[in-house]
């Protein structure tokens, strides 16, 4: 297990080109499991593969355990093969002439490692990954769940401080990327090594992580706990990516009339908050609360009415669609909301639920 910082990292392509990364400083201790989080074209796979090896930064420094593996102004460049690291490519790169055996053993066949230690390597990784059975076959032979085992195998073989994986359950089906993820976990708690995944999958990144790094437009946005990175947004991007359904962003500037822009005022007043700098107001659709009128006065709380569009049962909850006069709002019920489309409902939501965003679309602590 090693720890990794990440000082000044920039990347451009091209004389004169736009910063793939831009500036991106970060520290990843021993142990972590660390997910880069972001949309396509942020910059987290550039990022992991100037880690590994495979791309020169443009300026910066890479130390790992304080010792500099690029630095860029020193012209200290470690090749990726003296690096320990092990990577699992998005689409596993298995050499489809080799057997499972073969595959797995590849690496250490390069280190030379001996023949019976190789052997009682390769045997006790396939055995904990559960593909020791299909040793002799082909990769062709197995399916994209297998497939992947056989990647992580040939990678945990060579005993690497540091894990580098490229979104590497992409090509799984809902139910094969759910026993990839518990197996991840289970890989992590026991090696104890030191993880960097990317994902665009946000669920993974709060399912798996033990710190999230949010980027967009090869700039670091926020990092912390899955917790922080949802309860926590540091600014409108976070807030906005991150939720299985989108956060509901209320625009203070919208009309003085607009039911929304009341309510949200209404709230600030009723909270006792200094409305001042906020610009806009985030609410999660699972932090509001659906009432009759007299049950959201009973709570206390200035109410906002909408009328129902829509009721989308998902199974332990009920997706609500809210039309406030023309502004979409959603709300998660975790009992049947007992309603109809067209029928009208009052909604409240709790102080520490309340999201408040400045003008430059920053966080404001409440």
């Known amino acids: 297990m090693s720890s990794i910082t990440l000082e000044n990292i920039r990347k451009t392509y091209g004389r004169g080109g736009p910063a ?3 500036d991106l400083s970060m520290a990843i201790g021993k142990s972590e499991f660390l997910c880069l989080l972001g949309p396509s074209g942020c910059g987290k796979t550039t990022t992991l593969r100037m880690i590994a090896g495979l791309e020169h930064p443009t300026g910066g420094r ?7 593996i690029v630095s860029v102004a020193d012209g200290v460049f470690t090749v990726p093969e003296k690096r320990n690291m092990g990577l699992v490519f998005q689409n596993y790169a298995l050499w ?134 949802y309860e926590r947004p540091a600014n409108r991007f976070v807030a906005e990516f991150v939720g299985s359904l989108p956060i509901n962003i209320v625009e203070r500037g919208e009309a003085q009339s607009g039911p929304l822009h009341g309510w949200v005022d209404r709230l600030l007043a009723h909270f006792a908050i ?36 829509d009721i989308v049962p998902t199974g332990g909850s009920w997706i609500v669609e809210l039309d406030v006069d023309g502004s979409r709002f959603f709300a998660i019920a975790t009992e049947n909301p007992r309603k109809a489309a067209g029928e009208t409902t009052h909604f409240w939501v709790e102080r520490q639920h309340l999201h408040l965003f400045d003008r430059d679309r920053n966080r404001i602590a409440l």
């Not at 890479?62 to 500099?68: K, T």
């Not at 993974?204 to 946005?221: F, K, R």
Request: net charge negative; hydrophobic share 45%; charged share 25%.
């Open 62 to 68: 890479i130390l790992v355990d304080g010792e500099p």
């Open 274 to 309: 200094d409305g001042t700098q906020v610009a806009s107001a985030g609410i999660r659709p699972e932090a509001v609360r659906l009432a009759d009128l007299d049950e959201a006065a009973a709570a206390r709380c200035a109410a906002g009415r909408g009328t129902i569009v």
């Open 20 to 22: 793939a990364i831009g």
């Open 96 to 229: 489809p002439h080799m057997t499972i055996r073969e595959n797995v053993a590849f690496g250490l066949k390069l280190r030379k490692t001996p023949a019976a230690e190789r052997d009682a390597t390769v045997e006790r990784v396939m055995t904990k990954l559960g593909i020791a059975r299909y040793a002799a076959r082909y990769p062709a032979e197995l399916s994209g769940g297998q497939q992947q085992r056989v990647a992580l195998a040939r990678m945990l073989a060579l005993n690497p401080s540091v894990i580098l994986l490229d979104e590497p359950l992409s090509n799984l089906d809902a139910k094969l990327r759910l026993e990839m993820r518990a197996e991840l976990k289970r890989i992590h708690a026991e090696a104890g090594s030191t993880i960097v995944f990317v994902t665009h999958d946000q669920w993974e990144a709060m399912t798996l992580a033990t710190t999230i790094a949010v980027m967009s437009e090869g700039e670091l946005q926020q990092v912390g706990t899955p917790d922080d990175i």
